[in-house]
Structure formats: structure tokens, C-alpha cells
């Protein structure tokens, strides 16, 4: 069992990242800011099921605190962990560069602009360096555009399947970052 949270407030400089696996009687918590070497405790907890439920405690705790579910960001030599995104999540994160464009093309980093990049940020994950500054993230549409190049690559390599009857339970499409290049975040 585990997962991964990230915390973007881009206005703030906050581009942080908690992670936690229980393994065994252990759980793993990492956490730290995107893009940088994670700092790590070891809980032992004596039992697989007290592990778990302190997992599910410190993740309560997180997400109150305004932590999301997301991906870890790409490793130091561009490979992607073995992570999957939702096609939905592509698909919003490609709305989310669009307004992002609009915002860079006119040169307006309102509200709306600051909005939209925070939630593509925690969609993804991008090392941002220790001083963010929201207003030079992107900043020519020929950033962007790469941004959602490398994203619309991804859905064009979605499997295609056909389905007689749909399964009641059925999983949710995703995709594999493996396909993102080591480049992906070139223009920073």
C-alpha cells in the first residue's frame, strides 16, 4: 500500500511532495520539495495492520491539510517511475496548459492563470527549483505548446479496445509516463 501527495501553491513557493509505503510492519514516509532529494522516516510499528492504519492516519491528516493524489515527478535522469496517469488526468492537465497559454500569449498571470498552473502542477509533478516564480514558469506559448505536445503523445499511444458488454467495475484508462522524455521540462 501506498501513494502520493503533492502540496503547489506557486504564489507561495510551495512545490512539496509527501509519499508513504507500508512494507511489512514498517511504513516509509518520504517528503520534501518536487524535484529534490527526499528526506525519510522509517515508522516500525510491530504489525502489517498497524502500519496500515497509521498509512491511512498520516494520509487523512495530509490531504486536510490540502495535499493531492498525484505521480512522483520524473527522477534526476529523466526516466519515468513506473506510475501511471488516468486519461482524464492527461486530458485536464492539456485543458489546464490551454489556459495556461491564453494566460502567456497575452501576458495576463491573473488569478486565472495562477489557478491553473497550481492545478497543473499537482497533476504534474514539475521540479521548480527552491524560488518559484509563477510568472516565469512558462514563459513563451512555444514552452507551452511543447508542454502539451509531450501530453497529447501520450494519448495517441492509448491502447485502442473494443468492448461487447462493459464490466460493471471497470478500471479507469491510464496511460504510462515511460514515454516522456527526459526533455519534458527543457524550458526551465
Do not use: C
Not at 28 to 57: C, D, E, M, P
Not at 58 to 66: D, I
Not at 88 to 106: C, H, K, M, P, Y
Not at 110 to 118: K, P, Q, V
Amino acid at each position: 500500500m501506498e501513494t502520493y501527495l503533492v502540496f503547489v501553491d506557486a504564489v507561495n513557493n510551495s512545490n512539496k511532495f509527501w509519499s508513504a509505503k507500508a512494507e511489512g510492519s514498517n511504513l516509509i514516509v518520504q517528503w520534501g520539495r518536487v524535484g529534490y532529494q527526499a528526506q525519510t522516516k522509517v515508522h516500525t510499528l510491530g504489525s502489517y495492520q498497524r502500519a496500515v492504519a497509521k498509512f491511512h492516519n498520516l494520509v487523512a491528516e495530509k490531504k486536510s491539510k490540502g495535499y493531492r493524489e498525484s505521480q512522483p515527478q520524473m527522477d534526476g535522469d529523466g526516466s519515468a517511475r513506473l506510475r501511471h496517469r488516468s486519461i482524464s488526468d492527461i486530458r485536464r492537465a492539456i485543458q489546464l496548459l490551454n489556459a495556461i497559454r491564453l494566460a502567456v500569449a497575452n501576458r495576463n498571470f491573473g488569478d486565472n492563470y495562477i489557478l491553473a498552473l497550481n492545478e497543473y502542477l499537482k497533476i504534474v509533478p514539475t521540479p521548480l527549483g527552491m524560488q518559484i516564480d509563477p510568472y516565469r514558469v512558462y514563459q513563451t506559448v512555444v514552452d507551452v505548446d511543447y508542454q502539451q505536445e509531450l501530453l497529447n503523445s501520450l494519448l495517441v499511444n492509448e491502447p485502442v479496445a473494443v468492448q461487447i458488454k462493459e464490466s460493471p467495475k471497470s478500471e479507469p484508462k491510464t496511460v504510462s509516463i515511460k514515454a516522456i522524455s527526459k526533455s519534458f521540462w527543457r524550458h526551465l
